[in-house]
């Protein structure tokens, strides 16, 4: 989605301005050109969308947010012929592009991770607590809500989700407040929610952002499965990229950060060799990239303070052929989203 931001400070009017981060940084690294396919995973408000097929190359736009068509619609009419827009998440973005493109290779993918600012303007969404809404927080229409989340998850299992997803640091504290409220009567609203997450925890000296934003972070990627969408989508991006494609990552957490530089450095370094240690067959390194990530340039973050946490990371296909299956990160053990019963659409 456009537009992703790390935290979500909340403006005296809850909006947020559609402004893409690190454009030209994204088109410089992505370099599309007239003939060539291009997957945008994260299709959003579609900027990054429209840049690349205003360069000339044809474009696979995937969001998983069914809110996004209207835009795709307008967009694919721009530019006839040179754009599919596909509802679905990008983790799958492997097999969607195998049953869309020829041959299934493209020649480059770029990601932006996180939540929308669309998502966040839309009260009815349950991300933002800028604005009072159902505590929803779905991507995708599907599956569990925040609100089965935090109704229905032991103390513990919501402590760890609060601690790992969010790095708040005060988890516990708002665990139990959590089940002390529910026993009441559940959580349904976003600013009941925020309200009691937020007495729970307090507020820091010096804290700019509202206590309760680190635990609405924690909720938002746990009921999406984000840093799972993304491991799997960058392993997707293995499979479908071209020899000399090229894959663009942009993250505004620091959980996302890590699994995109755990998994370009595995895919693009030998491992160090010791004497003390048994040999191991070399693995193909699939990638060509740099270590250090791109940070968005002082003036736009001046103009667009979503932009201060972005970072950039991107690296080039080589012709090996794509490692069988691997996890870029070692996941904490955190509770089953699927074994939850729920009771949403």
Do not use: W
């Not at 301005?17 to 992505?30: D, F, G, Q, R, Y």
């Not at 392993?235 to 494609?245: M, Q, T, Y």
């Amino acid at each position: 989605m456009e537009h992703r931001g790390e935290l979500h400070v909340e403006t005296h009017d809850g909006s947020v301005p559609h402004i893409p981060v690190m454009l030209a940084e994204v088109l410089e690294a992505l370099r599309p050109k007239i003939g060539e396919t291009v997957v945008d995973g994260t299709f959003g408000a579609g900027s990054y969308s429209r840049a690349i097929l205003s360069r000339g190359a044809n474009l696979v736009a995937i969001d998983r947010d069914p809110d996004a068509f209207a835009e795709a619609d307008r967009t694919a009419r721009a530019f006839p012929d040179r754009m599919t827009a596909v509802n679905g998440r990008f983790g799958e973005l492997a097999d969607l592009v195998a049953d869309r493109v020829p041959g299934g290779l493209v020649d480059g993918v770029v990601l932006d991770i996180g939540v929308s600012s669309m998502q966040l303007d839309q009260a009815e969404r349950g991300f933002s607590f800028a604005k009072d809404g159902p505590l929803d927080m779905r991507m995708g229409g599907h599956g569990p809500t925040a609100a089965d989340v935090v109704n229905r998850m032991k103390p513990g299992d919501l402590a760890r989700v609060f601690s790992f997803l969010g790095e708040e640091r005060h988890a516990g504290r708002a665990a139990r407040a959590i089940e002390a409220r529910r026993g009441e009567r559940p959580f349904e609203r976003t600013l009941d929610f925020a309200g009691v997450v937020g007495k729970a925890v307090g507020r820091a000296p010096g804290d700019r952002i509202d206590p309760a934003t680190r635990v609405f972070q924690a909720l938002r990627i746990f009921v999406n499965d984000e840093l799972g969408e993304l491991a799997r989508a960058l392993v997707g991006a293995e499979r479908v990229l071209k020899p000399g494609g090229r894959l663009v990552v942009v993250s505004f957490h620091s959980l996302e950060d890590r699994i995109v530089k755990r998994f370009l450095r595995d895919r693009s370094e030998a491992p160090s060799a010791s004497r003390h240690m048994p040999d191991v067959p070399a693995k193909a390194l699939t990638f060509e990239a740099r270590n250090r990530a791109l940070a968005a340039g002082e003036a736009e973050c001046a103009g667009n303070p979503r932009a201060r946490s972005a970072k950039l990371r991107f690296g080039t296909r080589t012709a090996e052929p794509p490692r069988d299956a691997a996890d870029p990160l070692d996941f904490a053990a955190l509770p089953s989203l699927a074994a939850l019963p729920f009771s949403g659409a």
